[in-house]
């Protein structure tokens, strides 16, 4: 079975500095999606920026950028010139052939005035 | 256009009791999925309705069970209601076959339920 793992249940850093958040998975399978979402304190889910797997680029998206590496089966999440509202709790999904998205238990990140 | 509506936004309910839970997709998406945010235990996946039918199913008890209406919008039941059940439920939409290929979750705001 698929499994996401997020290592950093918490972290914290200071306005404008660059954070990296971490994320593996496991699959057997060559193709698949790699997604990372972030929920604000309001709750509100919402799509970060996506990867897939057969795309060797690693995907950007304004201040937010992948490092994907699929030998390794790793899939990190780096945010440069942190802001405030950047606080929130980051989760990293896998989806599968059965469009079953599969998150992990998320990385709170608190950005420090 | 209207986001992934969920009601209620809050609901308590003592043991033993049966939950509703209700969900209206964004307009056009025919597929809906069901995810439990209990603390510390990140998204699980509940369910998954298209078209009517349940795709795929987590792995959470029978009591756990819900469907889709014609009109997408879905429901989810949950039925003798434990403690840990206490959760937050969020509904997530999207289009079965995409055009760019990726799946991606519209989420509403969730419904949290709470069991006494």
């Known amino acids: 079975a698929q499994t996401v793992t997020q290592s950093q249940p918490e972290m914290s850093v200071q306005e404008a500095e660059t954070v990296t958040l971490s994320c593996t998975y496991d699959t057997s399978e060559s193709n698949y999606y790699l997604f990372w979402y972030k929920q604000p304190p309001s709750r509100q889910m919402i799509l970060v920026i996506r990867?897939?797997?057969?795309?060797?680029q690693n995907a950007t998206e304004n201040r937010f950028s992948v490092n994907f590496q699929k030998a390794a089966k790793s899939f990190s999440l780096k945010i440069s010139d942190s802001q405030l509202g950047d606080t929130a709790m980051y989760f990293c999904?896998?989806?599968?052939?059965?469009?079953?998205?599969?998150f992990g238990k998320g990385t709170r990140l608190h950005i420090l005035p | 256009e209207a986001g992934v509506t969920q009601s209620p936004t809050h609901l308590i309910k003592t043991r033993g009791q049966q939950a509703t839970l209700r969900c209206s997709p964004i307009s056009g998406h025919t597929s809906v999925y069901w995810y439990q945010q209990a603390l510390g235990l990140g998204l699980q996946f509940l369910l998954w309705?298209?078209?009517?039918?349940?795709?795929n199913r987590g792995n959470f008890p029978p009591r756990f069970s819900g469907r889709q209406f014609p009109n997408y919008s879905s429901e989810l039941n949950v039925n003798a209601l434990e403690l840990e059940d206490s959760a937050l439920y969020l509904c997530?939409?999207?289009?079965?076959?995409?055009?760019?290929?990726?799946?991606?979750?519209?989420f509403g705001a969730g419904s949290r339920l709470t069991v006494l």
């Open positions: 999904a896998f989806m599968n052939r059965d469009d079953k998205i599969i």
């Open positions: 997530a939409s999207s289009f079965l076959y995409p055009v760019s290929g990726a799946n991606v979750l519209t």
């Open positions: 990867q897939e797997a057969y795309k060797q």
């Open positions: 309705y298209d078209e009517g039918e349940e795709r």
